[in-house]
């Protein structure tokens, strides 16, 4: 019986032990800038294509890819921002006066894709390779429950640009994302844990034995 005792007595402790290690050497989370790094391109139905593009009547969407390394460690956003490059088609004979294209954050079904631009289409009319619509913009912070779920799911996630009206040329984009990301374990966490657990492990064989 009193060895009983002294055995659930030193498991206690260990429990103790743990828990405050846990506690006091655990790293909270930090607010970081994160990598993104653009993966390629992708058209409707999943085949890759290179930059720059023409969104013409056929070609009439294209998804900018992206791939966040650390996802897995995302705890909140921050901010996201987005940058896209276009501009109306040289070669378009007709060069129309209505070239407009809309920018959207593609999220994954059932969500709907989040509008990147200002109140309506990107306006490309009359711009040029030497002077490009450049869009630089914040994600509202509204539509962030949306997104994280898209940099979530060890995929990339996708800047989506689609053809309003006309043609024009679709040259490349960026994003950049800061987060609360979860801390890695430190490495005293990880060896107080150990050490307290292997002597758990001792303390119960102890008990055990006959």
Do not use: K, Y
């Not at 998804?63 to 490059?85: Q, T």
């Not at 996708?158 to 374990?185: M, Y």
Request: hydrophobic share 45%.
């Amino acid at each position: 019986m009193n060895s009983t005792r002294r055995g659930g007595s030193a498991a206690r402790a260990l429990s103790a032990f743990l828990f405050v290690s846990t506690v006091l050497f655990a790293p909270s989370a930090a607010s970081v800038p994160i990598t993104v790094t653009f993966q390629d391109a992708l058209l409707a139905g999943g085949t890759t294509t290179g930059l720059p593009i023409t969104i013409d009547n056929d070609t009439r969407n294209v998804f900018l890819r992206f791939h966040v390394p650390d996802f897995n460690r995302i705890v909140s956003l921050n901010s996201v921002n987005v940058n896209v490059v276009l501009h109306d088609d040289p070669t378009d004979p007709l060069r129309q006066p209505d070239e407009a294209a809309n920018i959207l954050f593609a999220v994954r079904l059932p969500g709907t894709d989040v509008f990147l631009d200002f109140a309506g289409p990107a306006d490309l009319e009359g711009t040029t390779s030497g002077s490009p619509f450049v869009l630089t913009t914040s994600v509202n912070p509204l539509d962030f429950p949306d997104i994280l779920p898209t940099l979530t799911d060890n995929a990339a996630f996708r800047i989506r640009v689609n053809r309003c009206c006309g043609d024009f040329v679709v040259v490349g984009g960026s994003v950049t994302i800061d987060a609360e990301l979860r801390a890695l374990p430190l490495p005293g966490t990880l060896a107080c844990v150990g050490l307290g657990l292997t002597a758990l492990a001792w303390s119960r064989r102890r008990r055990l034995a006959p």
